[in-house]
């Protein structure tokens, strides 16, 4: 008999082992080795317990793997399906605005669109589409936006040389030709060559306003831009001196190329403004009609320069025909008297303004047969409006009395009061 835990022969009715102490067990019965098997109960007691013991512990090990797998495999599935789900659900959004466009149903098809820019928002197409829609609706604002957040979201070159053609006015004109304010301007008479002049209204020149449509239809925006100057008119009169200056609205015409913004035309769009007679009224307007965007207005100046009143008128009808205004209608020059003998161009603008829906602008023209506008009328967009008349503080009576003396004294003419509305918005005055 051997001892279980040292392996010592131990004596036949031992109890303890004489060389670690360990208790001795007794051993089953029939099972007692015999001489020629030393250490058999050592090879029993030493072979089985030890490797079980092992094969638990590595069970949990085994088991977790199992399931890290099987939730990974799990998620990845998911993520799959997902991808694929949200991947055909952007497709049909697509799909879906593109037929809404068809069947002219604009306000479903931004929808959808917005609703594929949520699911892929690094896609450039929604952000186009979504700014055409918005630009042909006239809804500049919302234009730019879309196609801010598509330039931040994409860095799509088309996204971003859209874009950058609503910022120009605002990062480019104004900062290096400055903005004019609207707003009061009041202006006093000033002695002339042989007759008071009215001092023009003490202002910078600069940037009026502006407006991005798709103004020669090709489909791609141009970006409108009023600018007031300041310049000579060779309008010499009897009330006016030869070398008269005053403001001049101009417009220019902008178009996106290859990314760069382009100056492709500008034209002088009407003058006087803001300074030249008692009374003043002046504006110019965008009207839409079969497809065609014109662009339009008039000055209308009663110049009394405290003896002869006479009148300054000029107008226009403009349309933008790719790369250059084209006239349709008004004056080449302002019309400078107390008659107007032509009577074919407020005839021909009056019948012009009627046939794009703006009859209600032409009562004076068919009146008076003189080629000014209604501003009351109802006009798509007003882009500026000038008012202006005497503010009636002066003593024209004591006026006239020291003229027919000789002696100039414009002070008693009192002042004129002009008011500048710059409209950022269509249909906002």
Not at 82 to 87: A, G, L, M, P, V
Not at 289 to 298: K, L, M, Q, V
Not at 322 to 337: M, V, W
């Amino acid at each position: 008999m051997f001892c279980e835990k040292c392996g010592m022969k131990l004596a036949e009715n031992a109890k303890f082992c004489q060389r670690c102490g360990a208790p001795v067990r007794p051993a089953p019965a029939g099972n007692s080795p015999g001489p020629d098997s030393p250490g058999q109960s050592l090879q029993y007691s030493y072979s089985s317990q030890p490797s079980a013991k092992k094969k638990m512990k590595k069970w949990p090990f085994i088991l977790a793997v199992v399931l890290i797998l099987a939730i990974a495999c799990t998620i990845g599935g998911i993520l799959l399906f997902r991808d694929i789900s949200e991947k055909n659900n952007f497709a049909n959004y697509i799909s879906s605005a593109q037929r809404y466009l068809e069947e002219m149903d604009y306000e479903k098809a931004e929808d959808a669109y917005l609703k594929a820019i949520k699911i892929d928002p690094k896609q450039a197409e929604p952000y186009l589409k979504l700014a055409d829609i918005y630009t042909a609706g006239n809804e500049s604002d919302k234009a730019e936006a879309i196609l801010k957040q598509g330039a931040e979201k994409t860095d799509n070159p088309e996204i971003i040389g859209r874009y950058s053609l609503y910022t120009y006015t605002e990062d480019f004109l104004i900062p290096t030709e400055n903005e004019v304010k609207e707003g009061e301007y009041i202006c006093e008479y000033t002695s002339g060559d042989s007759l008071p002049v009215l001092e023009n209204a003490d202002t910078e020149p600069g940037i009026l306003t502006s407006r991005i449509r798709d103004f020669d239809g090709d489909g791609a925006e141009e970006l409108l831009v009023l600018v007031l100057k300041y310049e000579e008119t060779n309008a010499g009169h009897l009330i006016l001196p030869a070398d008269y200056a005053c403001h001049k609205v101009y417009m220019r015409m902008y178009e996106l190329n290859e990314g760069e913004v382009i100056l492709q035309d500008e034209v002088p769009a009407i003058y006087p403004v803001l300074g030249a007679g008692d009374y003043e009224e002046a504006g110019i307007f965008i009207q839409e009609s079969e497809g065609t965007i014109y662009i339009g207005g008039s000055s209308d100046n009663l110049i009394a320069g405290g003896a002869t009143t006479t009148s300054m008128i000029d107008s226009f009808v403009m349309t933008y025909d790719g790369g250059a205004f084209t006239k349709l209608a008004g004056y080449d020059e302002p019309a400078l008297g107390t008659t107007f003998d032509d009577e074919s161009t407020p005839d021909k603008m009056a019948e012009l303004l009627e046939d794009i829906g703006l009859e209600d602008a032409v009562g004076d023209m068919r009146k008076y047969s003189i080629a000014v506008l209604d501003f009351q009328a109802d006009f798509d967009d007003l882009l500026m409006y000038v008012s202006g008349e005497n503010d009636g503080s002066g003593d024209k009576e004591q006026y006239y009395s020291g003229f027919m003396e000789g002696v100039q004294r414009p002070e008693l003419l009192g002042k004129v009061v002009f008011r500048l509305q710059l409209m950022q918005n269509e249909n906002n005055r």
